[in-house]
C-alpha cells in the first residue's frame, strides 16, 4: 500500500503555543499518514525498514526539533555519494 506522510507544522506551532500558555507540555498528534483508505494521526510510525518516525516534545532536539527520524543503516547515500566516517566530523561543515 502506498502512503504519503505529512508533518503538519501548524499543529507543531500550536503545540508551542498552547505549552507556553498553560504552563504545561501539549503535544497534539502531528504526523498525519494518508491513504487511499483515509487518513490518520500519530506519534510514531514504524517502517518496514526498520526507520521510526518519532513526535516527541519532551524531548526536543538542540535544533528545536520534536520531530525526527530515526535509522539503523548499513550504507547510506546523502546527494548521491555513499557516505563514509569522515563526512561527519563534527568540527567541519
Do not use: P
Not at 15 to 27: P, Q
Not at 28 to 42: D, K, M, P, Q
Not at 50 to 73: M, N, P, T, Y
Amino acid at each position: 500500500m502506498k502512503a504519503q506522510i505529512y508533518v503538519n507544522r501548524h499543529i507543531t506551532a500550536a503545540n508551542k503555543k498552547a505549552s507556553k500558555l498553560r504552563g504545561v507540555l501539549v503535544d497534539e498528534r502531528a504526523i498525519s499518514i494518508n491513504t487511499y483508505l483515509g487518513s490518520v494521526y500519530a506519534k510514531r510510525v514504524e517502517f518496514t525498514s526498520g526507520c521510526v518516525l518519532i513526535q516527541d516534545a519532551s524531548k526536543v532536539r538542540c535544533s528545536g526539533a520534536s520531530i525526527w527520524i530515526e535509522a539503523q543503516f548499513e550504507s547510506l547515500v546523502i546527494d548521491g555519494v555513499a557516505a563514509d566516517r569522515a563526512m561527519f566530523n563534527k568540527g567541519e561543515r
